[in-house]
């Protein structure tokens, strides 16, 4: 099995960054599709970023080049740093691969 582990949520004001990190363990062979996905209260979840097995990466439309996301596959971990965030940028993320599902989620507050 493949447990997912997000970390670097918190508490951020209008405009300020921050990065996201998910670390992946357990009965790792190969690589798979990694991304990253949000919640806000009462909302549905949806898709933030998404890593192929191969690498190539795609983002949702409301990123507008404001989030970038990374993989290190010597360390089996996937990244989105985050600049410009906004209040709407508020929600659980969470991290997600192929064959193992979602992690815990990490929870990201923008407010003044």
């Known amino acids: 099995q493949v447990q997912l582990v997000e970390s670097g949520g918190g508490l951020v004001q209008p405009g300020g960054s921050l990065r996201l990190s998910c670390k992946a363990s357990?009965?790792?062979?190969?690589?798979?599709?990694m991304g990253w996905y949000r919640q806000a209260p009462g909302k549905q979840r949806e898709y933030v970023a998404l890593?192929?097995?191969?690498?190539?990466?795609n983002y949702a439309d409301f990123v507008r080049g404001r989030f970038t996301a990374s993989r290190d596959n010597a360390k089996n971990t996937v990244s989105l740093q985050m600049t410009n965030l906004n209040p709407e940028d508020t929600a659980v993320y969470y991290c997600?691969?192929?064959?193992?599902?979602w992690g815990q989620g990490t929870q990201v507050t923008v407010s003044s």
């Open positions: 997600w691969r192929s064959g193992a599902g």
């Open positions: 357990g009965s790792i062979f190969g690589l798979n599709a």
């Open positions: 890593i192929s097995s191969r690498g190539s990466i």
